[in-house]
């Protein structure tokens, strides 16, 4: 069964710091590249950052560049989202998502995305 599972989300005080984990189970997952997205009630969702996974290259928002840092264990299958200086406008639901595209900028499409994960809740107080 192809899973991505995300974990780690909880309430944070503003200008503390998160780290989401993306675990990947039951696909090839070093043919993958990953993203992070993030939907906030009523708002569309948006990607905050990906990686490719063959080159090691990382791509963030503008939004939560400097703040956010993705990166990747191979060894564990898994992608994190290490969050620092929250603020309450990181406030939402958190999901990850695995692409065959070779990742070469922020990519936004979802389409693209072949495997979602069932995301993580993130509240950050204010």
């Known amino acids: 069964e192809v899973q991505l599972v995300e974990s780690g989300g909880g309430l944070v005080q503003t200008g503390g710091s998160l780290r989401l984990s993306c675990l990947a189970s039951g696909f090839n997952f070093d043919d993958y590249d990953i993203g992070w997205f993030r939907q906030a009630p009523g708002k569309e969702r948006e990607e905050v950052a990906c990686?490719?996974?063959?080159?090691?290259?990382?791509y963030y928002s503008e939004s939560v560049q400097g703040r956010f840092t993705i990166s990747n264990d191979n060894a564990k299958s898994t992608v994190y989202l290490q969050m620092n200086n929250v603020k309450p406008e990181d406030t939402a639901v958190y999901y990850c998502?695995?692409?065959?595209?070779?990742?070469?900028?922020?990519?936004?499409?979802?389409?693209?995305?072949?495997?979602w994960g069932q995301g993580t809740q993130v509240t950050v107080a204010s």
């Open positions: 998502a695995a692409t065959l595209e070779p990742i070469v900028s922020i990519h936004p499409k979802e389409d693209d995305y072949d495997y």
């Open positions: 990686i490719s996974r063959r080159f090691g290259t990382t």
